[in-house]
């Protein structure tokens, strides 16, 4: 196993190293985050002790089982899953950063969880790029309005944008779905608003990551290359089922 991930790692790095070069970026603009959900904590052990400083977990339980392991290690850990407003003073126990800001009513239970605590978090906005049911997110339409909103919340950094763009077979089809994530943080830095001119958009995945890079991503998310398939058969990009 550890083999494997080491070798996988290397893989996953060169292949980001290409799509910058075809895309003529420079790979430091690029950051891999360790998409560990399922992943056991002694291999995400090894993806760190190789180097990795960025993981993203879904799942409460699964930041709360894995902590024992994982806390004293060089890993900065993101939420990048569906947070239920009721686990939010949980998960902040665990981590630096919020991919997954979804919606009013979560940013204000952050906001009173993190002003209770004296803290700021960093945040990213989830968008539905795809425009799917099975995917949480706001719609690109209700962005501008939603970051001008939270932009009075001191306590939290808006760092930039995430998506799960489509996945599908067709590389044309899973295009758009990225241009518009980038497309939507040039009608922000276009409203000129103090303190977003440095966005990050954050989205790729193993599928996708090639792509992603070369519409602009600066985080792929990366699974299943890294550590190998979640579950046997046929995976079916769900959100809701993942939750
Ligand atoms: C699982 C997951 C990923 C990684 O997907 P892979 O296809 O396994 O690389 C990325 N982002 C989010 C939000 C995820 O839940």
């Given at each position: 196993m550890k083999n494997d991930i080491i070798f996988n790692l290397i893989k996953v790095h060169q292949r980001i190293e290409d799509a910058c070069k075809t895309a003529g970026?420079?790979?430091?603009e690029v950051q891999l985050l360790l998409a560990t959900k399922t992943v056991p904590a002694e291999n995400i052990r090894i993806a760190i002790e190789a180097g990795e400083t960025l993981m993203g977990e879904n799942k409460m339980q699964e930041l709360r089982d894995k902590d024992n392991e994982l806390?004293?290690?060089?890993v900065e850990r993101h939420f990048i899953g569906h947070l239920q407003t009721n686990k939010v003073k949980d998960v902040l126990k665990y981590v630096t950063c919020i991919q997954s800001l979804d919606r009013l009513s979560l940013a204000d239970e952050l906001h009173k969880q993190l002003q209770n605590q004296n803290r700021k978090l960093d945040v990213f906005i989830q968008v539905n790029?795809?425009?799917?049911?099975?995917k949480f997110g706001l719609a690109p339409e209700e962005v501008l309005s939603f970051i001008k909103k939270i932009k009075?919340?001191?306590?939290?950094?808006?760092?930039g944008l995430m998506t799960i763009g489509l996945l599908d077979v067709e590389k044309e089809k899973m295009i758009p779905s990225l241009r518009l994530l980038k497309t939507i943080r040039d009608e922000i830095y276009n409203e000129?608003?103090?303190?977003?001119?440095d966005l990050k958009l954050s989205m790729g995945m193993s599928q996708d990551l090639e792509l992603a890079i070369a519409e602009g991503s600066n985080i792929v998310r990366i699974g299943t290359s890294i550590?190998?398939?979640?579950?046997?058969g046929k995976e079916i990009w769900n959100e809701n089922i993942a939750e």
């Amino acid at each position: 196993m550890k083999n494997d991930i080491i070798f996988n790692l290397i893989k996953v790095h060169q292949r980001i190293e290409d799509a910058c070069k075809t895309a003529g970026r420079n790979p430091k603009e690029v950051q891999l985050l360790l998409a560990t959900k399922t992943v056991p904590a002694e291999n995400i052990r090894i993806a760190i002790e190789a180097g990795e400083t960025l993981m993203g977990e879904n799942k409460m339980q699964e930041l709360r089982d894995k902590d024992n392991e994982l806390k004293h290690l060089p890993v900065e850990r993101h939420f990048i899953g569906h947070l239920q407003t009721n686990k939010v003073k949980d998960v902040l126990k665990y981590v630096t950063c919020i991919q997954s800001l979804d919606r009013l009513s979560l940013a204000d239970e952050l906001h009173k969880q993190l002003q209770n605590q004296n803290r700021k978090l960093d945040v990213f906005i989830q968008v539905n790029t795809s425009y799917e049911e099975s995917k949480f997110g706001l719609a690109p339409e209700e962005v501008l309005s939603f970051i001008k909103k939270i932009k009075t919340y001191d306590t939290l950094q808006i760092k930039g944008l995430m998506t799960i763009g489509l996945l599908d077979v067709e590389k044309e089809k899973m295009i758009p779905s990225l241009r518009l994530l980038k497309t939507i943080r040039d009608e922000i830095y276009n409203e000129k608003i103090e303190g977003l001119s440095d966005l990050k958009l954050s989205m790729g995945m193993s599928q996708d990551l090639e792509l992603a890079i070369a519409e602009g991503s600066n985080i792929v998310r990366i699974g299943t290359s890294i550590f190998g398939n979640r579950f046997l058969g046929k995976e079916i990009w769900n959100e809701n089922i993942a939750e």
